[in-house]
């Protein structure tokens, strides 16, 4: 039996066939755009690929849309076809398994299954990326790390795909608090695959941590073939790139990398909604005007609202509507999340918890009832992790409960959140941070120190 480049068996052919599916890994691993287009001409060639099929299925369901629904159950559908007239491997059933599981409302068995096949293929880079992938849309940051960690001895110098398991453990070191470690990784990483945005990435997301802005551009700036070949992922690295700008008070250059980069296409990928909400949120948190720029999220987020795919996609489509004024279709999300909460299913979960408080929380600081928004942003805290997304990602909550509670008065429970964002951020405090405990210190009428 012939195995790819993962060093894992698989039932394909032909030659070219393996060749195709060697470079949709490398595409995958790499957030690169011909991933879709090499998967295609595997199931061109052969259509009886069931793990094709399966994969094409995970991948649609990553992408967090209602409409990817239909086509992951197709893909079900033709993966279970297949099967019925194809052996196939452990490691094969295993990615059925996961799409069966995920179409059930069960990312969680998704990540059991493809756990599973890692139990006795450690060197399989695809799958490790793909639970690495499931837990990060969960947020799970230390289900990541050890799943990580537990495959990184099978993918020694000589493995092809090292660098990018690499740098899926610089994002697991950095999203559970080990910088330094996660900032050698990631750079180390870097050296066997140039190419890895998601490594760079996580090297970013160190600089953020830690208030190192000038350092974190720099980094972006001089690895810049990285990422400028990615996906939409390229803009998430541009984001990155704002961010640090602002972190050094640089609104300017924030605003102008949003609509020279980040929204230069102007899709409605959440991800991509997601950098444009919480980018315009913060520089609005910071005191400037963003001008008509939430009017085309808004419109974008009206025809998301009964999506109900990721708790975190909704929150930045409810981000865009209320900086777009929509108040009814606002409404009419709150009204949805009151109906999915009732469902059953890892998602329904999370819209029970944190979900609904978090939503009122937003819907309450948009109408500028901060008393109101404070308590229901900080209710909805312990659990906002489980939403998905980074913890760059998230802050854009943290600020706004930070705020809120600032403006409603609530001085100690508002620094009592700073703190623990200090914390969180190995005790690096960032313009965001100072500014904020400035504000304490003069609202409390006590001299800056």
Not at 31 to 44: D, I, N, Q, R, S
Request: glycine content about 8%; aromatic content about 8%.
């Amino acid at each position: 039996m012939k195995t790819d480049i993962c060093h894992a068996p698989v039932t394909l052919e032909y030659d070219a066939s393996i060749d195709s599916w060697n470079a949709m890994i490398r595409a995958f691993l790499a957030h690169k755009p011909a991933t879709p287009v090499h998967l295609g001409e595997v199931l061109e060639a052969e259509p009886g690929f069931a793990m094709g099929h399966a994969a094409r299925g995970l991948f649609s369901l990553m992408m967090g849309r209602a409409e990817m629904w239909q086509v992951a159950e197709d893909a079900r559908a033709a993966a279970h076809a297949a099967r019925a007239q194809n052996a196939m491997t452990r490691r094969e059933e295993g990615w059925l398994d996961a799409l069966d599981a995920w179409l059930a409302d069960s990312p969680t068995g998704a990540i059991s299954a493809l756990e599973s096949i890692l139990d006795h293929l450690p060197s399989d880079t695809l799958t490790a990326k793909a639970s690495h992938a499931i837990r990060f849309i969960l947020g799970d940051a230390a289900g990541m790390r050890a799943s990580v960690e537990r495959v990184l001895p099978a993918h020694t110098c000589d493995h092809p795909l090292r660098g990018y398991l690499m740098g899926c453990h610089a994002f697991t070191l950095e999203e559970t608090g080990d910088y330094a470690a996660a900032e050698l990784a990631g750079r180390a990483g870097l050296t066997y695959a140039p190419d890895d945005a998601w490594g760079l990435h996580a090297v970013a997301h160190v600089h953020d941590m830690r208030a190192e802005p000038s350092a974190g551009i720099a980094l972006i700036e001089d690895h810049k073939s990285a990422w400028d070949g990615a996906n939409n992922f390229r803009y998430h690295v541009w984001w990155h790139k704002a961010l640090l700008h602002l972190d050094r008070g640089e609104m300017d250059i924030a605003l102008d990398l949003y609509d020279s980069q980040i929204r230069a296409d102007k899709t409605d990928d959440y991800r991509d909604i997601a950098n444009a909400t919480s980018l315009l949120m913060r520089l609005e948190l910071e005191g400037r005007d963003v001008g008509n720029r939430w009017d085309e999220l808004g419109q974008l987020a009206e025809a998301r609202i009964d999506d109900g795919c990721l708790v975190f996609a909704d929150l930045h489509y409810q981000l865009a509507l209320a900086g777009a004024g929509k108040g009814e279709p606002a409404q009419a999300m709150a009204t949805r999340f009151a109906r999915d909460a009732k469902q059953t299913g890892d998602m329904a979960e999370r819209v029970a918890d944190p979900g609904i408080t978090a939503l009122a929380g937003l819907n309450a600081f948009a109408e500028g009832r901060y008393g109101d928004a404070f308590i229901q942003l900080a209710d909805a805290r312990p659990k906002m992790q489980t939403i998905g997304g980074s913890h760059a990602q998230r802050d854009v909550f943290e600020r706004m409960t930070i705020d809120a509670g600032l403006r409603a008065g609530h001085f100690d429970a508002a620094e009592q959140v700073l703190l623990e964002r200090l914390a969180l951020r190995a005790g690096k405090e960032d313009r965001f941070a100072a500014t904020r405990f400035d504000q304490l210190s003069r609202a409390r009428r006590i001299p800056a120190q």
